[in-house]
């Protein structure tokens, strides 16, 4: 089972992004963002890259910025890409669930947020 669940705050702010999906033949919405996690030292932090796609991005994108503490779900993928003839290695989270957690939230209205 591939799943994975992270507290963390966001790096900065979140930029929602389109592209067009062949498969759907429309436009789909994603965003990507750095979070944050606290390691077992003080002081300490690992960086999750992470994506997320559809309703789940524009509602992250317009509610949370840097600083922004979030729950998120999902899974891990990994992948590569060939870049000046070196080859790199991709590690990413694709966020299926996410919760707010803190104060730190912008502009929330809960009806907007059940989906």
Do not use: P, W
Request: aromatic fraction near 10%.
């Amino acid at each position: 089972m591939n799943q994975i669940t992270l507290l963390g705050r966001l790096t900065k702010d979140i930029e929602k992004k389109e592209t067009y999906c062949n498969f759907l033949e429309e436009k789909e919405t994603y965003c990507k963002f750095t979070l944050a996690v606290n390691g077992t030292k003080k002081g300490e932090a690992d960086f999750f890259q992470c994506v997320a796609f559809g309703k789940t991005s524009e509602i992250l994108s317009k509610h949370c910025e840097k600083g922004s503490q979030i729950a998120v779900e999902g899974r891990v993928k990994l992948g590569n890409y060939e870049k000046d003839g070196i080859k790199h290695y991709t590690t990413e989270v694709v966020i299926n669930k996410f919760h707010f957690c803190g104060k730190s939230i912008k502009n929330v209205d809960n009806d907007e947020l059940l989906f």
